[in-house]
């Protein structure tokens, strides 16, 4: 595995070499899930890149940006054993400098749910995305369904600047007992870690509401709230896949989501059905 650190270094790297690229971005701390992404990038191409950057301008102020893990030699280990190829690890002042163009979320997709409680994050999502997939241009860049909204927004946005990239999303990974793989979840007391478990549970009953025919979201929102309580609840929604509200699920076109705060921690889950 070669590790990279400059945008410019990974571009002359890559100028002749002619395959296929699967790009697995990430912030590090790597955990099972992102290994899963890791493993699908494996299957379908013929060199793996993983970058990890702690992106500052999608975290806003007050937030765990000085806090959020970093494990940068076990992650080196972990890439090395997933078979990826190349590590690109730059520094913000290699991808950031001081008057930037920055690319601004769509006005309404990109301020509701996750964007209502941080409303900038998904200009630094998209902006980080985009410098990250210029400089890498890979053939198929892979992301977890289990961020939704940033799924949908990247799609977006590679759709509507018309790039050529193929973004794939890939299933959430969980633990044996639901709780859904994330970095943050070490912030997780053990009672709170147990706590937690109510938002996949949350899930797990809208599926078999679902799987009884009860369509009527209202009622699946209801019974999912009743789920969670007492965790603090930014939202729970039933989606369609182009992110608007529906009233009635739809098969095979639904996301119900959930943001919840566990202790400090805030936590959010899907399930696509
Ligand atoms: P992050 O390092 O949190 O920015 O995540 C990097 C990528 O891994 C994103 O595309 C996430 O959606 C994805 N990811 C995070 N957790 C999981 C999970 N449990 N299962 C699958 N993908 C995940």
């Given at each position: 595995m070669t590790i990279v650190a400059t945008p410019q270094e990974l571009k002359d790297y890559l100028k002749d070499i002619n395959k296929s690229i699967g790009f697995v971005p990430t912030m590090g701390a790597l955990h099972e899930g992102h290994i899963s992404l890791i493993k699908k990038a494996r299957q379908e191409n013929e060199i793996v890149i993983v970058s990890i950057f702690l992106n500052p301008t999608q975290f806003l102020k007050g937030e765990d940006l000085e806090k959020y893990p970093k494990k940068d030699e076990a992650d080196k280990q972990i890439c090395k054993l997933s078979g990826v190829d190349i590590l690109f690890f730059p520094h913000a002042k290699d991808i950031y400098s001081e008057d930037e163009v920055s690319l601004q979320a769509p006005n309404v997709r990109g301020y509701v749910l996750e964007g209502a409680s941080r409303p900038s994050h998904f200009n630094g999502v998209l902006t980080v995305v985009m410098k990250l997939l210029n400089i890498v241009n890979p053939t198929n860049a892979y992301f977890g369904k289990k961020d939704a909204q940033q799924l949908h927004l990247i799609s977006l946005m590679v759709k509507q600047m018309f790039m050529s990239v193929n973004v794939v999303g890939v299933d959430t990974l969980r633990e044996k007992d639901g709780l859904a793989f994330s970095s943050?979840?070490?912030?997780?007391s053990k009672e709170e870690r147990q706590e937690a478990l109510k938002i996949s549970a949350s899930l797990y009953q809208a599926g078999r509401m679902i799987g009884k025919n009860i369509l009527d979201t209202k009622q699946i929102v209801e019974k999912m709230r009743e789920i969670l309580e007492p965790l603090e609840i930014s939202y729970v929604e039933v989606l369609n896949r182009d992110f608007e509200l529906i009233r009635h699920v739809e098969i095979s076109n639904t996301i119900i989501l959930v943001e919840a705060k566990v202790g400090s921690t805030r936590l959010l889950d899907n399930i696509w059905l």
């Amino acid at each position: 595995m070669t590790i990279v650190a400059t945008p410019q270094e990974l571009k002359d790297y890559l100028k002749d070499i002619n395959k296929s690229i699967g790009f697995v971005p990430t912030m590090g701390a790597l955990h099972e899930g992102h290994i899963s992404l890791i493993k699908k990038a494996r299957q379908e191409n013929e060199i793996v890149i993983v970058s990890i950057f702690l992106n500052p301008t999608q975290f806003l102020k007050g937030e765990d940006l000085e806090k959020y893990p970093k494990k940068d030699e076990a992650d080196k280990q972990i890439c090395k054993l997933s078979g990826v190829d190349i590590l690109f690890f730059p520094h913000a002042k290699d991808i950031y400098s001081e008057d930037e163009v920055s690319l601004q979320a769509p006005n309404v997709r990109g301020y509701v749910l996750e964007g209502a409680s941080r409303p900038s994050h998904f200009n630094g999502v998209l902006t980080v995305v985009m410098k990250l997939l210029n400089i890498v241009n890979p053939t198929n860049a892979y992301f977890g369904k289990k961020d939704a909204q940033q799924l949908h927004l990247i799609s977006l946005m590679v759709k509507q600047m018309f790039m050529s990239v193929n973004v794939v999303g890939v299933d959430t990974l969980r633990e044996k007992d639901g709780l859904a793989f994330s970095s943050r979840n070490i912030y997780l007391s053990k009672e709170e870690r147990q706590e937690a478990l109510k938002i996949s549970a949350s899930l797990y009953q809208a599926g078999r509401m679902i799987g009884k025919n009860i369509l009527d979201t209202k009622q699946i929102v209801e019974k999912m709230r009743e789920i969670l309580e007492p965790l603090e609840i930014s939202y729970v929604e039933v989606l369609n896949r182009d992110f608007e509200l529906i009233r009635h699920v739809e098969i095979s076109n639904t996301i119900i989501l959930v943001e919840a705060k566990v202790g400090s921690t805030r936590l959010l889950d899907n399930i696509w059905l």
